[in-house]
């Protein structure tokens, strides 16, 4: 039977990344998938994320199954660390989910049995997974205008004309809370307060990616859409990823936060979370929760932990200035980079500009002229720029 399966076609992120790990250049350059590097050029493991294992290695006492929603010394660090300690907790079910594709994954799972015929609305363009996943739950995927027509800041005249035009009630539109996956291009404060009311006034429902927290502005400041789209909006979905911020790419630990309107209905959304979750990967592996759980406990680990979150988020800023600058020296305006966030950009590059760097220059980037900023360094930050500029 197995001969009519037909090849797939790579992912245009990660099957990138493969090919980058068989190119045997020796000047090779990875800027595809997002990562942090440090200016070593290395992914490092966090210090507070060591000290929190050799905690674990001497403490852990089981290796037995989880509750299918995870641990509460993580659900409750991580309700706290997303939606600030004032929040009335007892409105929000909140799962660990394998990294935040788990998190979206479960959420869309879950929702669709409340919402069957509903739609779901992703930004044009969003991260590349993002169609895949809600159309795998069986949801019609459609695309609100996000870029504008120099493909260098927000058109949010036409991300509102459209909502309100064609939004219909019950359906999820799916926001980036911040450091947008793959523009870089955030909203700002009183832009997410007008969003924020014209989708209660249509009655959609806020579904928030927030794969990136502190990687923008900081922990708490990029939480901030979160509390603007709670002022309109009893319910909210929010998929938090921990792979960027605690650097656990590979221990994949997310978290799913529904909350509802009164604490009366947390535990049927739970429920109905559990159910979602049992039959995809049954319960959530314990490694990487543990880390969170552990470092969000304790004082002295987290204040360890924000000071590399500050750290990475500081280093990220630089090479976006650095890569600016680079490429002025060489007569191009990047300018606009500048009020990007977080570890992309959109560099306005084509895919046959980018295919170019590949072949010629060995430098990898998203075919749709994303660049991974944080996979710059010092030592490739003028050869990049050279190369770019020819391109
Ligand atoms: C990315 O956009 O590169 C990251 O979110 C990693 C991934 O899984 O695609």
Known sequence: MFE???LA??????????????????????????VFKDD??????????????????????????????????FTDQVNRLILG???????????????????????????LKVMPGRRFWVSNPTWAN???????????????????AAKTGLDFDGLIRQLEQEGQPGDAVCLHACCHNPTGIDPTPAQWAVLSEVLAKKRMLPFIDFAYQGFGDGLEADAKPISILLKDHSELVICGSFSKNFGLYSERVGALLMISADSK?????????RV???????????????IVATILSDPQLSKLWRSEVDAMRKRISEMRVGFIEGMKKRGKDFSFLASQKGMFSYTGLNAMQA???????????????????AGLTSDTLESVCDAVAQA
């Open 4 to 6: 009519n399966f037909s």
């Open 9 to 34: 076609p790579p992912d245009p992120i990660l099957g990138l990344n493969a090919v980058f790990e068989k190119d045997p250049r020796p000047f090779k350059l990875n800027l595809t998938v997002g």
């Open 40 to 73: 070593q050029g290395r992914t490092p493991i966090l210090e507070s994320v060591r000290q929190a294992e050799a905690k674990i290695f001497q403490t852990q006492k089981t290796k037995g199954y989880l509750p299918i929603e995870g641990g509460k010394d």
């Open 85 to 111: 300690e004032d929040f009335d907790f007892g409105r929000v079910a909140t799962a660990h989910t394998p990294g935040g594709t788990g998190a979206l994954r479960a959420a869309a799972d879950t929702l």
């Open 130 to 148: 993002h169609n895949a996943v809600f159309q795998a739950a069986g949801f019609p995927v459609l695309s609100y205008a996000y870029l504008d």
């Open 265 to 273: 209905i947390t535990e049927s959304v739970l429920s109905q979370m």
């Open 276 to 290: 979602a979750i049992r039959c995809n990967y049954s319960n959530p592996p314990r490694h990487g929760e543990a």
């Open 355 to 373: 295919d170019w760097l590949k072949q010629e220059k060995g430098i990898y980037i998203v075919g749709t002229g994303r660049i991974n900023v």
